[in-house]
């Protein structure tokens, strides 16, 4: 919105900042994380008071989790009402890239929330079915693939693009919709499994989005993408402002999610931003370089898969418990030690999914 003010700009003063796309990331940052710290207590006493037990634990779980009772959940409202407030004050309301973006984490934000409400409702961690929450996820994913199509350059509608192998780019046609679904989707889940320990999926989260905004403003820029022989995918660069938005409002959330945490995301949260990171992905023809980003989420989903398809073949395990997080709980390890070695694994996986850019 703040952009129409280089409206009142003559070229050569204050408004003329408005132009540019790092100075208002900038100003998104800053009101994303001012929202955080302004509405993080007041949010937290409400859900507090309005959920009682807070979110339910679960009973077959670390027995270091019962300790936690009575967290309130949702938090993830903190970190989506952050976002949107400052996209929509900082980010260009002419750029379907982010409508495109806010469309799936508002979306995935709001199924969140009616899972996170069941949760506490029936205070048991059934929530939503699994099924239902899927189908309304292949839903959504869907017409954002769709849309980001419409708004790709012709020689990159319906194919996907490579790292490192930058010439190469495969047609996949009309399978693009039902690739993308998966993309977004599946992130969206991922993130979602990872959330199980006071501050270890918001940081990730914030490290694989700072990541792709870089991307976005990379490849939304002909003067970049010529030098780093990227794709050139015009309008993505105004996505950094959102990337910046989920940078400020998840440190916000982090100053009350630091262990021990006052408040928990939720599927709130956890569905709205992994599905966010998704839809960057897809829209920014980097749908590949998301699992070497985001290379944490995938490595906890598929602890999941893998735990789950081998008890149903062997009836035995191959981690002491999934996701993996959890199975170094049960080794002895500390929590902070699992968060904080985690972060440093995503930190890793995001230099290499920024190496990509420029790496043939």
Do not use: C
């Not at 938090?75 to 469309?103: C, E, Q, Y």
């Not at 099924?131 to 769709?146: D, H, P, T, W």
């Not at 995918?233 to 409002?249: D, H, Q, Y």
């Not at 999610?257 to 897809?282: E, K, Q, R």
């Amino acid at each position: 919105m703040l952009y129409w003010l280089t409206l009142l700009s003559d070229g050569g003063d204050f408004f003329n900042l408005f132009r540019y796309i790092t100075f208002r990331a900038g100003g998104a940052f800053l009101t994303a994380l001012l929202f955080g710290f302004l509405f993080g207590k007041p949010l937290i006493n409400v859900l507090r008071k309005r959920q009682g037990k807070g979110q339910p634990i679960r009973e077959d779980g670390p027995e270091g989790h019962f300790s936690k009772a009575g967290t309130p959940t949702m938090g993830g409202l903190l970190i989506v009402g952050a976002l949107l407030t400052s996209t929509l004050l900082w980010a260009r309301w002419d750029n379907p890239f982010v409508w495109m973006v806010l469309f799936v984490t508002m979306s995935f934000a709001l199924i969140g929330f009616a899972d996170d409400y069941a949760k506490v409702k029936k205070q048991n961690t059934a929530g939503v079915s699994g099924k239902l929450r899927l189908l309304l996820g292949f839903l959504i994913a869907a017409v954002a693939a769709y849309w980001a199509a419409q708004y790709h350059p012709d020689d990159l509608t319906y194919k996907l693009a490579f790292p490192v192998f930058k010439d190469t780019l495969l047609n996949l046609g009309l399978l693009f919709i039902p690739f993308s679904v998966i993309v977004i989707v599946g992130a969206a889940n991922a993130v979602n499994l990872t959330d199980g320990l006071d501050g270890l999926a918001i940081m990730p989260v914030m490290i694989a989005a700072g990541t792709l905004g870089v991307i976005a403003y990379a490849v939304g820029r002909v003067d970049f993408t010529e030098y780093l022989d990227v794709h050139y995918v015009p309008g993505t660069g105004e996505i950094l402002i959102f990337t910046a938005g989920i940078f400020g409002g998840g440190l916000g959330f982090l100053w009350y999610n630091a262990p021990p945490a006052a408040v928990f995301m939720g599927d709130t949260g956890s569905l709205a931003l992994g599905g966010a990171l998704g839809a960057i992905a897809v829209a920014t023809k980097h749908e590949i370089v998301l699992a070497i980003v985001g290379g944490l989420f995938v490595v906890e989903a598929l602890s999941v898969i893998i735990q789950v398809l081998y008890f149903k073949r062997t009836g035995k395990r191959v981690f002491l418990m999934a996701p993996i997080h959890h199975h170094y709980e049960k080794k002895g390890w500390a929590e902070p030690q699992i968060v904080i070695r985690f972060w440093i694994i995503s930190l890793i996986l995001a230099l290499i999914g920024l190496a990509t850019l420029k790496v043939r």
